[in-house]
């Protein structure tokens, strides 16, 4: 008699602990999986960061709809003040006027890139809140004829590291 019961005494054991390991086993699969879609998830945010997907393009068809002119532009945002239609001189602008509104509140710099493939043409220095610029010279020269660009702003920190960007579509004619 007393063996048998240490038989079920060791059955039962054995069935408890083979609950606990498959409890187990269900505990890891599932923080498994969780740490997969939050990686996954990472990945994406950090590859809309460097592809700019969070930016917005705002064109000349959309301008209107947007408020742009609201007061203050909440950290991260950029309120653009800027001429749609650039020209071209001898490689020299006098027409864009790009400005950095009071509203905002962050240093920009931005690039002007090609639309079709976005082949850099020119990067702007700094400029800090409250400034503007005008008159500035491509980085590339453009044989003569009209081009659609973006013009990709970025927003940037104490440190001048990104904080995000806009786009905006734009055209502009080299002579």
């Known amino acids: 008699m007393a063996v048998q019961n240490n038989v079920k005494h060791e059955k039962k054991r054995f069935n408890i602990m083979l609950g606990i ?3 187990l086993l269900l505990l890891l699969l599932i923080i498994g999986v969780v ?3 939050f990686l996954r998830q990472k990945t994406q945010e950090d590859s809309d960061a460097k592809t700019g997907v969070k930016g917005t393009i705002i064109t000349q068809d959309n301008a209107e709809e947007l408020d742009l002119d609201e ?3 909440p950290d991260g ?3 653009v003040s800027m001429s749609l239609d650039w020209h071209f001189k001898d490689g020299v602008t006098e027409d864009a006027r790009i400005a950095n509104k009071e509203t905002n509140e ?3 710099y931005f690039d002007l890139l090609t639309e079709e493939t976005e082949e850099l043409v020119y990067s702007s220095p700094y400029i800090p809140v409250g ?3 005008q008159g ?3 980085d590339k020269e453009l044989n003569p004829g009209t081009y659609d660009m973006i013009v990709r702003y970025y927003l940037v920190d104490d440190d001048n590291m990104e904080v995000s960007n806009v786009s905006v579509g734009i055209t502009i004619y080299v002579e």
Do not use: K
């Open 21 to 23: 390991i498959i409890v």
């Open 35 to 37: 740490i997969v879609i």
């Open 71 to 73: 007061g203050a532009v």
């Open 77 to 79: 945002y950029y309120n």
């Open 106 to 108: 962050r240093t920009v």
């Open 131 to 133: 400034e503007s610029m």
């Open 136 to 138: 500035f010279t491509l």
